[in-house]
């Protein structure tokens, strides 16, 4: 089974502050996802990343694929207590029928 | 707006007793999902299914079965519920393989007592 390692675990910040989340694997995958998680909902998704190098912006958010497709990160700007929450990284394989592996997670709080 | 819908938000049940956890896609979406979440754990798959009434085993299927008789239903059964299977259990779906992002629904907080 694929591992991803997602750091840190937990992060608590001011608002205002800007953050990296990090998502880790030694495979290689075809696509990366991000999810947010707030508590007692389920995850929602916010971005996929496909290609080697890749960034895309949601609004403050920043998400980055590495270019080894083994990797990727998460950048928030001026966080705000909207943005509490657990992200998730999950990666799919290169081929064949496979599920998502997915990361234990970031939990972010972000105080006033 | 398209959603997954679980049936239940809290359910507590007794030890012994058989669960059916129900999950309803209004997406047309091909592929679907059970994972429990559990703290420092993460999320592990239990079971997922590609096609009506074809199911696949996930990384904890022991003591789990599922049933896929329509394409947007997808239900997880606790043969036998025991206190260790008290957790969050989210349904998913996606509309096919090749790493298309998954619609959760909200969650079944289950607590087996």
């Known amino acids: 089974t694929q591992l991803l390692e997602q750091s840190p675990q937990f992060l608590s910040i001011q608002e205002g502050e800007n953050l990296t989340v990090y998502c880790n694997s030694s495979s290689v995958f075809s696509s990366l996802q991000w999810y947010r998680q707030e508590p007692g909902e389920g995850p929602v998704l916010l971005v996929t990343?496909?290609?080697?190098?890749e960034v895309k912006k949601l609004k403050r958010l920043t998400f980055q694929f590495g270019d080894a497709r083994k990797d990727s990160s998460l950048h928030i700007t001026a966080a705000q207590p909207g943005d509490t929450g657990l992200y998730l990284c999950a990666g799919a394989r290169l081929s064949g029928y496979s599920t998502l592996t997915f990361g234990k997670g970031t939990m972010l709080l972000v105080s006033p | 707006d398209v959603k997954v819908t679980q049936s239940s938000r809290y359910l507590v049940k007794r030890t012994g007793e058989k669960v059916f956890l129900e999950c309803v896609q209004d997406?047309?979406?091909?592929?679907m999902f059970w994972y429990r979440q559990d703290p420092g754990l993460g999320l592990r798959l239990i079971y997922f299914s590609y096609d009506v009434k074809m199911k696949e085993k996930g990384d904890i299927p022991e003591g789990y079965s599922v049933s896929r008789e329509k394409k947007e239903r997808f239900s997880l059964i606790l043969e036998s519920a025991s206190t260790n299977q008290t957790s969050m259990y989210l349904c998913?779906?996606?509309?096919?393989?090749?790493?298309?992002?998954?619609?959760f629904g909200s969650g079944t907080r289950l607590t087996v007592v």
């Open positions: 990343v496909v290609t080697g190098g």
């Open positions: 997406m047309d979406h091909e592929n």
């Open positions: 998913a779906s996606s509309l096919r393989q090749g790493g298309y992002g998954y619609t």
